[in-house]
């Protein structure tokens, strides 16, 4: 990848509270790629360009709804002297046969954009792109801001999942169980980092009593393993037939069954008949209908047909 294609972003919005989906991100982290100290406001983005970037295809009414989110949700912005609560765009605007969206992006975030003097976080955009997991997404920018340290700041536990959009400020939690986010987030976040990006993490969790408070993050460079072809990368485009629901509930089940290679995900979210099995399988799996305690992900390759069923071992 160029290195024009850079991300320079300052540490309060790489710390911001908010809560976006995987493409809302990739669209994030497009326009901020895209700034330039000329041009502050508003700036046209190429769908064709990021799909060229990401590998994927991209459904105009998927987008239209991914970016009329992004403009209505909110992201707060915490410093040593203000709670803040801003939003991304004053408007979107889809230049219709021409695959170009114009953003105008909101005063109050540029500061936040622009102002990189003392203060940024400096990160691939091709490696953020290659990230799967929204989470990852989140926690990679994140460690690249403490890279130059080894070592990231004690983050209080419940501080990190609401700026990961786990828990709000009503107290509502969606992963209360401490095993629940070593699987589905952090696990996931840091292999799929490791994997795909110049930068080598772990966590530590720490304990106050009988309780866990703080999680802190390692951070090592390394060398950049070869890029991931990105016409392997799975789509985020709905296949026809399909619920939008049923395919963001089976791209979320492959995250949680660490199902990461590019081939086997592209081959099972490009599938309609693959998304309805992997659905199914998960219900199955939850209600006990299959046991697959030691490999549950591996038996869900075997049950679509993309790896050979292991023959058992003759005494």
Not at 4 to 20: K, V
Not at 108 to 122: C, V
Not at 306 to 315: E, G, Y
């Amino acid at each position: 990848m160029s290195k024009e294609l850079e991300i320079r972003q300052h540490n309060a919005l790489t710390s911001a509270r908010y809560d976006y989906t995987e493409l809302q991100q990739d669209l994030m982290f497009f326009i901020i790629s895209k700034l330039r100290p000329d041009n502050k406001d508003s700036y046209s983005l190429s769908i064709m360009e990021l799909s060229k970037l990401t590998g994927k295809k991209y459904n105009a009414a998927y987008l239209h709804k991914a970016t009329a989110d992004m403009g209505s949700r909110v992201l707060e912005v915490l410093t040593d002297k203000s709670y803040k609560q801003i939003w991304m765009f004053q408007q979107v605007e889809y230049h219709l046969g021409q695959g170009i969206i114009e953003f105008d992006l909101t005063k109050h975030i540029l500061p936040y954009l622009f102002d990189l003097k003392d203060n940024f976080t400096s990160y691939e955009l091709a490696a953020a792109l290659r990230l799967t997991s929204k989470y990852a997404k989140r926690i990679y920018p994140l460690c690249s801001q403490w890279k130059d340290l080894g070592e990231t700041k004690k983050y209080d536990l419940q501080e990190f999942k609401r700026m990961l959009g786990l828990l709000d400020d009503k107290g509502n939690e969606k992963m209360k169980q401490i095993n629940e986010l070593r699987g589905k987030v952090l696990d996931i976040a840091v292999k799929q980092i490791n994997e795909h990006t110049e930068l080598h993490v772990s966590y530590k969790l720490e304990k106050i009593g009988r309780s866990f408070k703080n999680i802190i993050f390692t951070v090592k460079p390394q060398a950049l393993a070869d890029p991931i072809p990105f016409d392997l990368v799975a789509t985020v485009q709905p296949l026809p037939g399909v619920q939008q629901s049923h395919f963001d509930n089976a791209t979320r089940i492959l995250d949680e069954l660490r199902i990461t290679d590019a081939k086997h995900r592209h081959t099972i979210l490009s599938s309609a008949a693959h998304v309805a099995e992997v659905n199914r399988y998960n219900h199955d799996l939850k209600t006990g209908k299959v046991k697959a305690s030691r490999n549950p992900g591996g038996l869900l390759l075997v049950r679509l047909g993309l790896v050979a069923a292991k023959a058992p071992q003759m005494a």
